[in-house]
């Protein structure tokens, strides 16, 4: 079950009508494509860790 507002529930529904919304899982899977196909350049930060960033999308 999903907790969300009226205004929310409304642009869920709109964006699924409109097939913008994608599934979260192909979300994580094209978020985890771009990151490994073009990695973030942190100015000599410790790299990324895919799986980190897919871990907090999931609790989104």
């Known amino acids: 079950m999903q907790h969300r507002s009226i205004a929310q529930q409304a642009v ?3 964006a699924r ?3 913008l919304e994608p599934d979260p899982k192909s979300r994580r899977a ?3 494509a771009q990151i490994t196909t073009e990695p973030i350049k942190l100015n ?3 790299s990324v860790d895919p799986a980190r960033i897919i ?3 999931r609790e989104r």
């Open 12 to 14: 869920a529904i709109l």
């Open 17 to 19: 009508g409109l097939n």
């Open 44 to 46: 000599g930060a410790v």
């Open 30 to 32: 094209a978020l985890l």
């Open 55 to 57: 871990r907090e999308d």
